[in-house]
């Protein structure tokens, strides 16, 4: 009940790597969701990989999918090196990023297509789909949800967020409405997107599961096998309607069902007692901004693409002389500089840094700017967010300053390119660093731990308990509660 990630860009991409791999953005090189490439002068996705298109479509730019870019290996590539492969790997998940990245370089990953409503995945995984995920799509299982609401599960009389009919903000995301019932529309060409913020995404994806379960036979070898399966829609409906929300609410309120039913599946198929379940998240979120300035926080929005183009590159300007394109772009939660011009000027490179830095604190909301220079040289106060800064960065990804947003503010992309949204992760702040963290069955004691950890942590215990190697840059410690009598 104290499980806190210890690295500063809390995104959906960072968090899934860091589970699997043990280990901090430093090691494992999932700095940030997109990041700038040198080698490629561009602006790259976690796991792009144009050598391997998707199943079935033509080789495009930027929409290959692989692991490439994962640095470390996972827990379950250690698995399945340590018999030669005899243990197998797989990742279910409504995005690609929650399945790749988890999947680790031996394991075989699918995740949901908001074009078609199927389950896909690359060539880096099979020349084509195997057959039973051809019959699972060929059902269009997503096509039954057309034209039907999403419904509140229970009375809204018994929800802790059932009066919540003057919230402070209203997003209709892809036609789904503002309140309930949220319909969705058959008719409309975001009808399978619509889905993922919505529980029918979950239930497709547990159904998924439990088919790839079925036809793969895992667990009944004489190995260990290992699946990963996100549970993505808790995330979009955070984004969209606030995680303090009704829909939040009766969101977890179903993926509780939905896990007792993926449970007894898997009771039924392999059996429970042959079974080490572990359940934790990729990053929290922090509450809608008029939510919080409704119960008296001083908060506000930051639109950092918006901060870059204007106030910085103003401020550099007028403070130094020196033309805009010194600052490349923004991609949170780094502002990366442009050294080919930086070498016309007559500042250095540390200079240039040291000075968008102290512009950038002066902006209302933020807290805080690290610079490249000062990390590497170590010239920084250890204060607990600039450690998880430390964490985060690795010398050829990240950007030449990590920005800082203060509490509860809302730090994102530029809103015109980016659907409006009610609230956010990506800071280093308690409530985005926190997630559940649960061990279960396979003999695993009942109790509850209040002592700090971290999600990194997970990777090394499971190697204990399976007698193998950790991860390449594990940093995790093992539990000793999970390993009693072990």
């Not at 934790?280 to 901004?289: I, N």
């Not at 923004?330 to 040291?354: C, D, G, R």
């Amino acid at each position: 009940i104290n499980a806190h990630f210890q690295h500063a860009d809390t995104e959906t991409p960072i968090g899934h790597a860091a589970l699997f791999t043990g280990t901090y953005p430093a090691h494992n090189g999932i700095v940030a969701g997109n990041w700038f490439d040198v080698d490629k002068g561009r602006v790259i996705y976690n796991c792009e990989d144009d050598r391997y298109p998707m199943i079935g479509k033509e080789p495009a730019k930027g929409k290959g999918r692989a692991p490439s870019n994962l640095l470390s290996s996972t827990i379950g590539d250690e698995l399945v090196i340590s018999n030669n492969g005899q243990s197998r790997m797989f990742s279910v998940s409504i995005k690609d990023r929650g399945a790749i990245l988890p999947g680790g370089h031996t394991g075989k990953a699918f995740w949901y297509s908001k074009s078609d409503g199927s389950f896909t995945s690359s060539t880096y995984y099979y020349p084509e789909h195997p057959d039973w995920v051809k019959q699972w799509n060929a059902k269009k299982l997503a096509d039954k949800y057309k034209d039907t609401s999403w419904e509140l599960l229970h009375d809204v009389s018994t929800y802790v967020f059932g009066k919540d009919d003057d919230r402070p903000f209203e997003i209709d995301f892809l036609g789904l409405g503002t309140t309930f019932p949220h319909p969705v529309k058959g008719d409309s060409k975001y009808f399978y997107g619509s889905l993922v913020a919505t529980p029918f995404g979950d239930e497709l994806t547990a159904d998924f599961a439990k088919t790839l379960i079925k036809e793969e036979k895992l667990g009944l070898g004489k190995n260990t096998d290992f699946m990963a399966i996100s549970f993505s829609v808790t995330d979009y409906i955070g984004h969209v309607f606030g995680p303090s929300s009704l829909e939040a609410e009766d969101n977890v309120l179903r993926v509780d069902r939905l896990l007792a039913d993926l449970f007894r599946f898997i009771d039924d198929q392999v059996g429970l007692d042959q079974t080490l379940i572990i359940l934790s998240a990729d990053h929290g979120m922090c509450e809608a901004p008029e939510y919080l300035q409704s119960l008296g926080f001083e908060v506000g929005r930051l639109t950092s693409e918006t901060i870059v183009k204007g106030t910085i590159r103003n401020a550099l300007k007028a403070r130094l002389g020196v033309p805009e394109g010194v600052i490349r772009l923004y991609e949170h939660p780094y502002v990366y500089l442009n050294e080919e011009e930086i070498q016309k000027t007559k500042y250095s490179i540390a200079e240039v840094e040291a000075a968008v830095a102290e512009e950038i604190i002066k902006i209302p909301g933020m807290i805080g700017a690290v610079t490249r220079t000062d990390l590497l040289k170590g010239s920084f106060a250890p204060t607990p967010v600039n450690m998880k800064i430390l964490n985060n960065f690795h010398r050829k990804r990240s950007g030449h300053i990590h920005v800082i947003a203060e509490q509860f503010w809302f730090f994102y992309y530029a809103m015109e390119t980016t659907p409006e949204i009610a609230a956010i992760h990506a800071s280093p702040w308690t409530y985005d660093s926190y997630v559940p963290l649960f061990f279960a069955g396979n003999n695993v004691p009942a109790q509850q731990i209040a002592r700090p950890v971290t999600p990194y942590d997970i990777a090394a215990t499971i190697a204990v308990r399976l007698e193998i190697k950790p991860p390449s840059g594990s940093v995790g410690t093992p539990l000793v509660e999970v390993l009693k009598g072990k």
